[in-house]
């Protein structure tokens, strides 16, 4: 998770799309992301294998970057703002920065979705690492935007819990296997701790 994105994350996973793709037989793969992952898979999805990819699911997605509240509160704490960011945080974390070389080729043509692809985009409004938690929610042609609070309220996912919330999963199941109805449960849920109760 501290490695840099474009050099190390990238194509380790497009090596292992070309593993599974030829290991199966499949024309296409799905890839789900969480946080970091949804960029990973984006750019696998649009730059490294386009065409390999059919669904892109990204739970707390940062297209847009951390946010700009996000980086302002981690660079107004270094006297040298982004240059000295630059020079002592992993590159990882200057990579998912908006205004960062990795997202401009991301956004490459003016989106950051590939042609073709079905993208699902689940955030969560208690997101304590993307500021604003909408950084996520960028509309596409085959895109479906939700937050997991949207008519459930005692859902209190952030950042880390929402990767392991029944609601999440259930929308991206659903968007895996659209041919299955399925309805999101909506079920108590405690920030980091995850679900209350059964």
């Keep these: 998770g501290l490695s840099d994105i474009r050099r190390v994350s990238v194509p380790q996973v497009a090596d292992f799309v070309d593993r599974l793709l030829a290991a199966t037989g499949a024309e296409q793969v799905d890839l789900v992301g969480h946080s970091q992952g949804t ?10 294998r386009p ?3 059919h669904t892109v699911a990204s739970i707390a997605p940062l297209w847009e970057g951390t946010g700009e509240l996000a980086t302002e509160h981690v ?12 020079q002592i945080l992993p ?4 990579q998912m920065f908006p205004g960062s070389a990795l997202l401009a080729e991301l956004w490459s043509g003016g989106s950051p979705y590939a042609p073709g692809v079905r993208y699902l985009n689940v955030a ?6 993307i500021w604003p938690y909408t950084s996520g929610l960028v509309p596409g042609p085959l895109t479906t935007n939700v937050v997991v609070q949207d008519g459930c309220e005692q859902n209190l996912s ?4 929402v990767a392991a919330d029944p609601r999440a999963a259930d929308y991206v199941l659903a968007a895996l296997d659209p041919t299955t109805p399925r309805t999101p449960r909506c079920v108590a849920i405690a920030p980091v701790h995850g679900p209350t109760g059964s």
């Design 158 to 161: 952030e950042h880390v819990a």
């Design 51 to 53: 065409g390999r990819v």
């Design 75 to 86: 660079l107004n704490r270094l006297p040298g703002g982004r240059a000295q960011a630059e």
């Design 124 to 129: 969560t409004r208690y997101d304590e690492a």
């Design 91 to 94: 590159p990882v974390l200057e």
């Design 39 to 48: 960029l990973v898979s984006g750019m696998v999805a649009k730059l490294e």
